[in-house]
């Protein structure tokens, strides 16, 4: 995993703007701690920040390849999880490689298929090529989204990166926010629209697709890949069979690494499949112990109470897959007036405010594991493609004409100065109903497949980016690379086309992958109900961010307050949070996190000198 940025310029010689050219790559270095390297030509820089995780020595960046006359350049941030399948075809061309990275093979592939190799990539990718005939660059993203791609497009020129910091380090991008920034913020955070980087005129190349940006016909989109409606055939038994396969595939791909590996393990069903996938494949190839990790807060279950969308805590659980697997368990515990002090990093990381507590922990949990490892393998994505949240499951939700993990835009017009952002509630429901129109149906679906079939276009499209774009920056923050096995790509077509009545099997939240995992994981951990990520329940966050967001309010030079209602926060404060009646953007973010998260929006303003236009 890396940090990847360029820009082309075909009316500059970009080797007079070498201070801004290593302001953009400094960006970059906690995304690639390990080895950096610049491609410059007059019209065209291309700048890499490097993560080693496979073929130290051969997989160095920018690299630079030719075929006949023409070379090719290509900085890359991923990990292709069919590179040896990839290579031997290439051999049979062929074609000859120095080394075994990923890297040579995606570039040789290029050369050879041009746009059509992504067709054939299995993996998690953001990379640009360089063609130095025709002076064209290509960039394209992987299938579900996983790593990050920005840009931002001028006469004659374009400046990409991996995160909006890299963009923002050269001056003609200005960190100005418009009244589209501010719904995305307001409205819809700590989610966004795909495509959307929130400054203004910078984009986010979406999941699936590519861009070509070349000197006569500037920038052009193209979409290689979506989600098709197509019958399935498959009993369920077969389909039980084949998504215990898919499962176990993916998991032990993504296993491959040079440096150590590690596994996340809370005791849910998704993380204990990986851990359990991980744990025989490390005996069977006598790797030795797998090491698991988990993550809880000093005297968090003194303070926890059981409710709908938390029914346990997670310890139980993790002891006995961790007994069964024989790994070696580490708890990282976090200290709770840390999470609130890391807000800001958070912020930093991502580049925008986001999921609060959610973020910092996600951040000190990944920096406590880097401390021995490089690469962890995690269990997102399974809920978005498997039906395994709540609003799959509550017919009130389900079929209610809105995002489902954010009913109501009240809350969040209340705590607006009045008069600002009046048509949000256009501007949200045109984007859901884009959403719900370009999800693919067959004429033999029911009312409820259709809609199973929108919700996973919501999920997958919606939901799952906030939580991709949550773990690839809290992650890399500290230059550790997580790989996400219900991302591939084979699994979650597969999952479009299951019936409802299959997916949901026995009517549990992801029934379907229970059953597959019958006899392979402890019933316990097959049987337990879905219990979201842990947060805290201790009431020092609580206090610490409530103070924090009083000194904001006090600070009459604050950035928040030409954009807040005063008192409708202060309301929430006084309240320690009750006055929410509901959670305001999926299970996990209630009052605590609400005002974190306004303590976000203001240390973004104040950090990245945000400008309203």
């Known amino acids: 995993m890396c940090g990847i940025a360029g820009w082309i310029d075909y009316n500059r010689n970009l080797r007079d703007y070498e ?12 995304r690639g701690p390990d080895d950096q390297g610049v491609f410059l030509k007059k019209n065209v820089c291309l700048m890499h920040r490097r993560l080693i995780v496979i073929d130290p020595e051969n997989g160095r960046q920018p690299m630079t390849l030719e075929k006949g006359n023409t070379s090719y350049t290509i900085v890359y941030n991923g990990e292709l999880y069919n590179t040896n399948e990839l290579r031997d075809e290439l051999l049979t061309f ?5 080394g075994h990275s990923d890297t040579e093979v995606l570039l040789t592939a290029f050369i050879h298929w041009g746009e059509s190799c992504l067709e054939k990539l299995n993996g998690i990718y953001a990379f640009g090529v360089w063609d130095g005939t025709s002076e064209t660059l290509f960039l394209a993203r992987d299938r579900m989204g996983v790593k990050p791609l920005f840009f931002y497009t001028y006469p004659d020129g374009i400046i990409f990166g991996s995160e909006i910091k890299t963009l923002l380090a050269n ?5 100005w926010v418009d009244n589209d920034g501010l719904k995305e913020i307001f409205l819809l955070g700590p989610g966004r629209t795909s495509g959307k980087g929130i400054i203004k005129d910078v984009s986010e190349l979406k999941p699936g697709e590519f861009l070509t940006f070349e000197k006569k016909t500037g920038c052009k989109i193209k979409k290689y890949w979506s989600l098709k409606a197509c019958e399935h055939t498959d009993d369920v038994r077969t389909t039980v069979e084949k998504t215990r396969f898919l499962i176990t595939d993916a998991v032990e791909r993504q296993l491959v690494s040079d440096v150590p590996l590690c596994c996340f393990l809370s005791g849910g069903l998704d993380s204990s499949i990986i851990s359990k996938i991980a744990s025989e494949k490390y005996l069977s190839d006598n790797k030795g112990v797998l090491h698991t990790y988990s993550v809880n807060y000093i005297d968090n279950q003194q303070y926890f109470v059981k409710n709908i969308f938390q029914p346990n805590s997670d310890e139980e659980y993790i002891q006995i897959m961790a007994n069964d697997i024989g790994s070696q368990h580490h708890e990282v515990l976090l200290d709770n007036e840390d999470l609130e002090k890391h807000l800001s990093d958070a912020v930093l990381a991502r580049d925008l405010p986001g999921m609060a507590d959610v973020d910092s922990s996600l951040l000190l949990f990944c920096k406590e594991i880097k401390k021995k490892f490089t690469v962890a393998v995690s269990g997102e ?3 978005e493609i498997f039906g395994g949240y709540p609003w799959y499951h509550n017919k009130d939700i389900l079929f ?3 995002f489902p993990w954010s009913q109501s835009l009240d809350l969040r017009r209340n705590i607006l100065k009045p008069g600002l952002l009046t048509d ?10 884009d959403t ?5 149906t067959l004429p033999s679906d029911g009312e409820l497949e259709v809609r199973m079939r929108q919700m996973f276009m919501l999920n997958l499209y919606w939901f799952m980016q906030t939580l991709l774009d949550r773990k690839d920056r809290m992650s890399m923050f500290s230059g550790l690379e997580v790989r996400i096995p219900f991302c591939d790509h084979r699994l979650v077509e597969y999952a479009y086309n299951m019936p409802w009545d299959i997916k949901s099997l026995y009517g549990r939240e992801k029934g379907i992958v229970r059953e597959a995992m019958k006899g392979i994981l402890p019933d316990e951990i097959i049987w337990r109900k879905k219990s979201p990520y842990p947060k805290t329940h201790n009431p020092k966050y609580l206090n610490a961010v409530k103070s924090s967001l009083q000194k904001i309010l006090n600070d009459f030079d604050s950035p928040l307050l030409q954009l807040i209602n005063r008192q409708k926060v202060q309301e929430i404060i006084d309240s320690d949070g009750k006055a929410l009646s509901m959670p305001w953007y999926g299970q996990l973010m209630t009052g605590a996190q609400l005002m974190a998260y306004l303590i976000q929006v203001d240390i973004w303003m104040r950090t990245y000198k945000i400008e309203i236009i």
Not at 426 to 432: A, D, G, M, N, S
């Open 171 to 175: 001056p003609l991008v200005k960190p």
């Open 424 to 433: 949000g509630e256009e501007y949200v429901k045109q984007l859901y109903s």
């Open 436 to 440: 719900i129109n370009n999800t693919d």
């Open 400 to 402: 209610k004409d809105t």
């Open 381 to 383: 994505c399974a809920d």
């Open 19 to 30: 201070s801004t050219i290593n302001k953009m790559t400094k960006t970059l270095v906690r």
């Open 94 to 98: 062929g074609y000859c490689f120095r």
